[in-house]
């Protein structure tokens, strides 16, 4: 394994930490503008539909994943620019 690698193993688990923040926090907006009060639905949530239960969950998905790669390719950008080397 190259030196960049394991070098950049700390910031990447750093910026998954912030990512899966940033994510939370975007979702949680999400699902308040499209008109719920209450917070989104537990899979295992007794008094939800199903319809809500698996919409909630795909728009979570989706907004996880996006900032997740938005997060990771700007460390990866930036780890480039301060040390010439791509770190995958």
Same mark, same amino acid.
């Given at each position: ?9 700390? &910031?990447?688990?750093?910026?998954? *930490? &912030? ?9 949680? #907006?999400? %699902?308040?503008?499209?008109?719920? /009060?209450?917070?989104?639905? /537990?899979?295992?949530?007794?008094? +939800? /539909? %199903? ?8 728009? #979570?998905?989706?907004?996880? *994943?996006?900032?997740?790669?938005? &997060? /990771? +390719? *700007?460390?990866? &950008?930036?780890? +480039?620019?301060?040390?010439?080397? %791509?770190?995958?």
């Amino acid at each position: 394994m190259k030196a960049s690698k394991i070098a950049y193993k700390p &910031v990447g688990l750093a910026l998954g *930490a &912030v990512s899966g923040v940033l994510a939370g926090a975007a979702f949680k #907006q999400t %699902w308040k503008m499209l008109g719920h /009060d209450k917070d989104a639905p /537990d899979a295992t949530d007794e008094n +939800r /539909d %199903w319809r809500e239960i698996l919409t909630a969950a795909t728009i #979570q998905g989706a907004i996880f *994943a996006g900032v997740k790669a938005a &997060v /990771d +390719r *700007a460390g990866a &950008v930036a780890t +480039r620019r301060l040390t010439g080397t %791509w770190p995958g």
